[in-house]
């Protein structure tokens, strides 16, 4: 069975403080890794995609990398606007499914 | 552009009583899902739709869950009757691609959060 781990479950930072964010995952053939954002009330709000070991992608003080095993969200200098709950997902490539499955995310709230 | 638009947002209802949430999803996207996030949990899928077919709908608890998405736009999902446990948020989503196009970008709605009593 397809499984995603999320550490920690929360963490507090000082503005400007940088840290990272960690996703393991177990998948009977990666075809994606996903993260997105989630703020209170609202729906998850897609972030990146990284489909194999490797690669990273960008987007503002965020930076998302992968492994074989594992997924990293670097957040660097990060803002109060950055507080929210960052979730993970997988897709696997096998089996007729396309379906994502979550990890059940970090609370992460800057502080000013 | 608009985005994926639910309704209600909110609902409180009793146990074994039953309730609709329904979806407007992103215009022009073809596959549309329904995720149900229990409070400190991720969304977990309930059912895929690409345009009226139903894709995945292995983890739809079909005894008490029924969902529809009648000419390929927008859905409902019921819940009858409901349980105390399913009581959480109903999200729904709405892509572009598919299959193996799909690159894991779901544009959600902002839920409907359903408490049972």
């Known amino acids: 069975e397809d499984q995603v781990t999320q550490s920690p479950e929360a963490l507090r930072l000082q503005e400007g403080e940088s840290s990272s964010l960690n996703c393991s995952y177990t998948v009977s053939g990666l075809r994606g890794l996903f993260w997105y954002r989630q703020d209170p009330g609202k729906g998850p709000e897609f972030l990146f995609t990284l489909y194999s070991a490797g690669e990273e992608k960008e987007k503002e003080r965020l930076k998302a990398t992968l492994t074989k095993k594992e997924s990293f969200l670097h957040i660097t200098a990060p803002k109060p606007e950055d507080s929210a709950t960052y979730l993970c997902a997988v897709q696997a490539a096998q089996g007729g499914s396309e379906k994502l499955v979550f990890g059940k995310g970090t609370k992460l709230t800057v502080n000013p | 552009e608009a985005g994926v638009a639910q309704s209600p947002r909110y609902k409180i209802i009793e146990k074994r009583q039953s309730v609709a949430f329904w979806c407007n999803p992103i215009s022009g996207h073809a596959t549309l899902y329904w995720y149900q996030q229990i409070l400190g949990q991720g969304p977990k899928l309930l059912i895929q739709?690409?345009?009226?077919?139903?894709?995945?709908d292995s983890q739809l608890p079909k005894d008490r869950f029924s969902a529809e998405r009648l000419k390929g736009v927008d859905s409902t999902l019921k819940i009858q009757p409901a349980k105390l446990e399913d009581s959480a948020v109903y999200l729904c989503?709405?892509?572009?691609?598919?299959?193996?196009?799909?690159?894991?970008?779901?544009?959600f709605g902002e839920g409907s959060r359903l408490t049972v009593l």
């Open positions: 739709f690409q345009n009226n077919g139903v894709v995945d």
């Open positions: 989503a709405s892509s572009l691609d598919s299959g193996l196009l799909n690159t894991g970008e779901l544009f």
